[in-house]
């Protein structure tokens, strides 16, 4: 009797199912920062994902359903990625702002970029986009608030912080173009600075 080949262990189809979903975001998030919103159809992601274009709509019947949920996927992980930021808290104001820069310069936000502008001229995404935004705005600035041991109640200091984040969006729009590291490098130093006199 020829022995029995191991059983494979079992996933449940609730669970493959959540993890395709998790895979078309994704691959939404990474089409949407290389090719732009043009670039980044239903067909295109279900193959980045490894999956079939009708396996995709089952799950988004619509791109406009896809690319609202990977609105939401998005902000989900940019405030995941700001929450880890700094688990043992920051060592100093320089190392908060490098890493909210390198945030605002990585892959994560040039898809936020790209789904802003998708926005603008798509009606069913601008609403969501919006939402999210503001709520991911606000989680950023209360977290940038923590991270420089920032006291809000002092004249200027709202500004100050919200003054950083413009900024830090500033380069990551700029990097959607160049790569400038060296004047970033820069910018961010000075930025150090200004912020130890600004918040003591």
């Known amino acids: 009797m020829a022995p029995r080949s191991p059983r494979l262990p079992h996933v449940p189809k609730q669970d493959r199912s959540r993890a395709t979903r998790q895979r078309l975001l994704a691959a939404a998030v990474a089409c949407l920062a290389e ?4 670039g980044s159809t239903v067909s295109v992601v279900a193959e980045r994902a490894g999956v079939s274009r ?3 709509q089952h799950h988004f019947r619509t791109r ?3 690319f609202t949920a990977a609105v939401e996927y998005v902000a989900e ?3 995941t990625a700001l929450r880890a930021l700094f688990p043992e ?18 892959p994560l936000f040039r898809a936020a970029l790209h789904l802003w502008v998708a926005a603008s001229n798509e009606e069913q995404l601008r609403p969501r ?3 999210l935004e503001a709520r991911v705005g606000r989680e ?3 977290i940038a608030v923590e991270l420089l041991a920032a006291d809000e109640s002092r004249p200027g200091v709202r500004e100050t912080v919200q003054g950083l984040l413009d900024m830090s969006r500033g380069l990551g729009l700029a990097n959607l173009l160049t790569n400038d590291g060296g004047r970033r490098e820069r910018v961010v130093a000075q930025w150090g600075v200004l912020l130890d006199e600004a918040l003591g």
């Open 35 to 38: 090719h732009g919103w043009a």
């Open 54 to 56: 009708g396996a995709a």
């Open 64 to 66: 406009e359903d896809l």
């Open 77 to 79: 992980e940019r405030s």
């Open 89 to 106: 808290g920051a060592a100093d104001r320089r190392e908060v702002v490098v890493a909210l820069v390198d945030l605002y310069t990585g």
């Open 129 to 131: 986009v919006t939402e």
């Open 140 to 142: 950023t600035h209360r």
